[in-house]
């Protein structure tokens, strides 16, 4: 049962142009989403993240937009670079005190940036 | 900064086979996690610890032990290798604050294979 799910295992984008990437949930009790990079060889590297009471979060080219009454994100990177060609995780955290340890990963999408 | 540290970073091991997967982080943080990646599944929750002497299970704990003695330490232990087990396995970390805005810090991962 994924609670969490990224239905495009990659996306090829032009340098210069818009790469949104998207991801879907399941769990009404998640309350936090939170966006991870990942290089070959290393580990995930956090990004961008969005709490449930917000439906935008900005930071420099990332953007994160969500959707509560569809329970879905999506990233948007723009302008796209070579530099970001990476695998992108959407996780998602529940709601309550304890849950800083608990995040649940989509599966992940291959973005190539093409120069 | 090390940051997370994970030894070894490979191992290969013959089923049946015990060893421990070493987790260090200098940052003083409470929270600590361990997540396996297989492909396209992303990163699932094995065990996680809120503190020193406190641990609980994730979505897929059967065949791995943790403990957690020190703040800095939270190695992961198999049993009883199974080749189920190959995978990528990633240790994290995070501080225990009022809110959701610190994200987990990861280490570069251990790739284990079991023949």
């Known amino acids: 049962d994924q609670q969490v799910k990224q239905n495009s295992p990659s996306l090829s984008v032009q340098e210069g142009r818009i790469s949104i990437l998207n991801c879907d949930y399941t769990?009404?009790?998640?309350?936090?989403f939170l966006w991870y990079k990942k290089y070959p060889a290393e580990g995930p590297t956090f990004l961008i993240s969005?709490?449930?009471?917000?439906d935008k979060n900005e930071d420099g080219r990332f953007t994160v937009f969500l959707n509560k009454s569809a329970k879905h994100l999506s990233l948007h990177i723009v302008p796209s670079q070579p530099g970001d060609s990476a695998v992108y995780f959407c996780?998602?955290?529940?709601?309550?005190?304890?849950?800083?340890?608990?995040?649940?990963f989509g599966q992940g999408t291959i973005l190539t940036v093409h120069p | 900064n090390a940051g997370v540290t994970q030894t070894p970073k490979f191992q290969v091991l013959k089923t049946g086979q015990s060893m421990t997967l070493q987790c260090a982080q200098d940052?003083?943080?409470?929270?600590m996690s361990w997540y396996r990646q297989d492909p396209g599944m992303g990163l699932r929750l094995i065990h996680y610890?809120?503190?020193?002497?406190?641990?609980d299970q994730g979505e897929v704990p059967n065949g791995y032990n943790v403990s957690r003695s020190t703040t800095e330490d939270f190695p992961l232990r198999l049993l009883s290798a199974a080749p189920s087990q190959t995978s990528v396995y990633f240790c994290?970390?995070?501080?225990?604050?009022?809110?959701?805005?610190?994200?987990?810090?990861f280490g570069d991962g251990t790739r284990l294979s079991i023949l």
């Open positions: 969005i709490s449930s009471i917000k």
């Open positions: 769990n009404s009790m998640f309350d936090y």
């Open positions: 994290a970390s995070s501080p225990r604050t009022g809110t959701k805005n610190q994200p987990q810090h």
């Open positions: 610890s809120v503190g020193a002497g406190i641990t």
């Open positions: 996780a998602a955290l529940p709601a309550g005190g304890t849950s800083y340890g608990k995040l649940t």
């Open positions: 940052m003083n943080h409470e929270y």
